[in-house]
């Protein structure tokens, strides 16, 4: 660099530019947690923080990422704090942690909508005291319960504490999803059988034909992507609302069109979706199906039922993201996605998918170490969750039958206590969530079980016969509780329910911990929860 060149750099570059990884260094020191090279490059793409260029190398100002990160968390509190109310419990939002602790090892073996984090559970099941956790209930070797066991954090916990566990759900595709997770799997032979259904789904004829219509569609995508969608610049613009992001959009996937239509015609592509055939049908072009249909049928021929129960679910995490849709409406269907479309996720012109075999490849492999890292934590204590109505369920008959060793703990130790996050009033359709998964595996669907159904909404009939399921699930649990037990449940109570709930269950409400959630996938806007702690009136 030439004496001019270097003044112009001195005149007019900020004298505090640190590279990525000096840029990761300060932050996570700033912040107290772990903030990763990838974390900085995101706020440089998105236009959160500008971008310099320098002797080839990208840099960033610290006084602009510590005007972001302050403005970021001061607007954040004081929002919240206006929204939800000045006793906000944020020890307990675990705002510290990086998602990939709070969705550590098999947390994220299958999508779930209305999950609790695993740092959660741990905080009440483990034997620390705090300030605002004065006392440890549960040691090593109890047995805790979770009447609304969900996608079995609180089964996979346990485990990791030395507790044992019993876990009861209306929802087949729930209960095979939490046995999985805790479930002693042989990985060796899992591995085997997830290489046969790769090799399979590779070799086809028909996924060799789709791998050349792809090439040739994705070649003129990232022609357009790069003419019309810069990157970074073009996300910038949009952050700084210099572009009308959805008229400009929408005018460049309609421009598109045209080409995505000849190579249709060219590669022999047909993508008409049906609604008359269920929900498979409705929402997978004809050559995902074809691959889902090889895929099962490799499945079904493994002679191991909990290699089986693995091998599916790989396959439902893999379907659940080869549905027709667009990216941002993965969580939220509206309607089927057969052609290329602006990605107000990705900013630029996206395509639906045509074959699953890379997903497959993703997931099963990420499936596999996840389970590999669970197996490296796990305690020797059993966890098993059943399909069950957890209002009137006869709980030791359905354990003998499937776990003769819990079935001898529950009845010699019974059990020390609940930690349960029972559904919301009106929120989630529970089954329908998972429709891609009950019609892969042919479960039967219980919906009409549910409590708190999305289809019942949250009107006063609503709130009235949740307060009186919950209260029932609750007494219907006294039978196999120890004198003493205690209940932690997770809920957003907004209508005010839980102690009319605690008191036709014959319980008070001794504490309550209201914490922020952050980082929510389904939205990102002020959500509180409260966990109650609740005993008996009289001790028993």
């Not at 706020?43 to 500008?50: D, E, F, K, P, T």
């Not at 080409?259 to 498979?280: D, I, P, V």
């Not at 907004?494 to 980082?519: D, Q």
Request: aromatic share 10%.
């Amino acid at each position: 660099m030439n004496r001019s060149s270097s003044k112009t750099l001195e005149l007019f570059e900020p004298s505090d530019l640190l590279t990525l990884r000096e840029a990761s260094d300060w932050a996570s020191s700033f912040l107290q947690r772990s903030v990763s090279t990838s974390n900085i490059s995101y706020l440089i793409q998105y236009g959160r923080v500008s971008r310099h260029r320098v002797a080839g190398r990208t840099k960033i100002s610290q006084r602009d990422l510590q005007r972001y990160y302050e403005g970021q968390h001061l607007r954040r509190k004081e929002s919240w704090k206006d929204q939800l109310g000045d006793d906000l419990n944020w020890h307990l939002s675990f705002e510290h942690l990086r998602e990939i602790h709070t969705t550590k090892h098999v947390h994220r073996l299958h999508p779930y909508k209305g999950k609790f984090i695993p740092q959660l559970v741990e905080y009440f099941l483990d034997s620390h005291t705090d300030e605002f956790k004065e006392e440890a209930i549960f040691k090593p070797g109890d047995i805790v319960l979770d009447p609304f066991c969900g996608s079995g954090t609180t089964l996979v916990q346990a485990n990791e504490l030395g507790l044992h566990a019993i876990g009861i759900d209306v929802s087949a595709f729930n209960t095979l999803l939490s046995n999985v997770k805790v479930h002693r799997c042989e990985l060796q032979s899992l591995d085997r059988h997830v290489r046969s259904i790769t090799d399979s789904l590779e070799n086809s004829a028909e996924h060799k034909s789709i791998k050349v219509f792809e090439q040739a569609l994705l070649g003129e995508l990232s022609r357009f992507n790069a003419k019309h969608f810069p990157t970074p610049e073009f996300k910038q613009k949009v952050h700084r609302k210099e572009i009308p992001e959805k008229e400009f959009g929408q005018r460049k996937a309609e421009e598109f069109l045209p080409t995505y239509h000849e190579l249709l015609r060219k590669h022999s592509r047909y993508l008409s979706t049906s609604a008359a055939e269920g929900f498979l049908e409705s929402w997978y072009i004809p050559s995902i199906l074809t691959e889902i249909k090889r895929a099962s049928e490799g499945i079904a021929s493994v002679n191991d039922r909990s290699l089986r129960n693995v091998l599916f679910l790989f396959l439902s995490r893999t379907i659940r993201s080869a549905r027709a849709t667009t990216h941002s409406d993965l969580a939220t269907l509206h309607e089927p996605q057969t052609s290329t479309y602006y990605c107000s996720k990705h900013k630029k012109i996206c395509k639906p998918l045509f074959s699953i075999v890379e997903m497959w490849k993703k997931y099963s492999a990420d499936g596999m170490q996840r389970l590999a890292a669970f197996k490296e934590l796990r305690t020797d204590t059993e966890q098993l969750c059943i399909t069950a109505d957890s209002r009137s369920v006869d709980l030791p008959s359905n354990i003998d039958s499937k776990n003769p060793l819990l079935g001898r703990l529950l009845r010699e130790k019974q059990i020390r206590g609940i930690f349960s996050s029972p559904p919301y009033v009106g929120l989630i359709d529970y089954h329908e969530q998972h429709a891609y998964a009950y019609e892969l595996l042919g479960l039967e669907r219980t919906d009409d079980l549910e409590i708190g159904a999305m289809s019942k909404g949250h009107g006063l009939d609503a709130r009235s016969s949740y307060v009186e399921d919950i209260a029932a699930v609750l007494r219907n649990s006294r039978q196999w509780v120890r004198k003493g037990f205690d209940v932690f449940l997770v809920a957003n109570d907004k209508h005010g329910l839980y102690p009319a709930i605690a008191e036709k269950a014959g319980m008070t409400i001794v504490k309550s911990f209201k914490r922020p959630v952050l980082n929510r996938a389904e939205d990102k806007g002020a959500y509180a929860e409260t966990i109650f702690h609740l005993r008996t009136a009289t001790g028993n």
